[in-house]
């Protein structure tokens, strides 16, 4: 009897172990679920802004190669109109020709009084063809002119076009700044004296080699992925987009005022690097936003404080 109490003891005492098993079971089986809806939930939201900016790139595309043929169409126009132009002068030339080979033969073979007569009458007529000329001519170059404008203001329009679609561009600190705000990329301003020494600015290396202030332009060097470029002649203003392959978009480097042997501007970059975006990370790229103030040349800035 003693031997039977004992054993119902021991079961009793056993008997609470499954129960405590399954709830660990349960506690991990719900862990892993909510970690499958999560990743489908980022995988989704990655998806559909991948289709957005699939869509929005389409769109430029299809923009600028509009504007691309009326760009052509209008060429066309202009060859058009010189080739008329050159046939016009050919028919007046040979016109001409003619005429001076009539009177030749006039004055060889006619009388005074009949010779001065259809002198007469012929320098009428070439007076009148040369008239016509001049007027084909005078309504032929208002044409070419009117042509050439339009063309200059669609290629300045396609050239909007192109820098809107590419992103905005600040002519001061305080649109910089503004720009900034907006979260969708770091910018980096920069202060560049003319040196043979690089100055670390972002994720790029610059050296100024010329500044010219009487056309607005300058000589920049570059050190990107170990690689050396180089720039001449860049006009203020201008940006200067760098593709990178561990970047998901282009860098852009824009000065936006030169002086003597000195630049101010900026760099642009994307937030986010393409191996981030690949591997599905929400954390901000590790670079350092635009100061409210921009530091001087010979200055080692400290390490920002990453926005809010």
Do not use: C
Not at 174 to 184: I, N, P, Q, S, T
């Amino acid at each position: 009897m003693e031997e039977y109490l004992d054993m119902n003891e021991n079961e009793h005492k056993k008997s609470p172990a499954p129960s405590g098993t399954n709830r660990w079971l349960a506690a991990a089986l719900v862990a892993v679920i909510v970690a499958a809806g999560l990743a489908f939930g980022y995988g989704f939201r990655q998806q559909i802004l991948v289709g957005h900016l699939t869509a929005q790139q389409s769109m430029a595309n299809a923009t600028i190669k509009e504007m691309q043929g009326q760009v052509d169409t209008l060429t066309a126009k202009l060859n058009e109109v010189s080739a008329a132009q050159q046939a016009q002068q050919a028919a007046a030339a040979a016109a001409a020709a003619q005429a001076k080979t009539a009177s030749a033969h006039t004055n060889a073979t006619g009388a005074k009084a009949t010779a001065g007569k259809r002198t007469s009458a012929e320098s009428k007529r070439l007076k009148e063809l040369q008239a016509r000329i001049d007027d084909q001519q005078k309504q032929l170059k208002d044409t070419q002119d009117q042509v050439a404008k339009n063309r200059a203001d669609l290629e300045g329009n396609l050239n909007s076009t192109r820098d809107d679609l590419n992103g905005s561009i600040a002519k001061t600190h305080e649109e910089l700044v503004a720009l900034a705000k907006r979260g969708e990329r770091s910018y980096f301003e920069f202060d560049l004296a003319k040196s043979k020494q690089f100055q670390r600015v972002g994720p790029l290396t610059l050296a100024l080699r010329k500044a010219d202030t009487k056309h607005k332009s300058y000589n920049l060097e570059m050190v990107v992925d170990d690689n050396k470029l180089s720039k001449k002649n860049v006009n203020l203003f201008e940006p200067i987009w760098i593709h990178s392959e561990n970047d998901s978009q282009p860098v852009q480097v824009v000065v936006n005022r030169v002086e003597k042997d000195t630049v101010h501007g900026y760099v642009s970059a994307p937030k986010y690097k393409a191996s981030e975006l690949a591997a599905g990370s929400t954390g901000a790229a590790n670079l350092t936003p635009v100061a409210e103030h921009p530091q001087s040349p010979d200055q080692n800035p400290p390490s920002p404080k990453q926005p809010e």
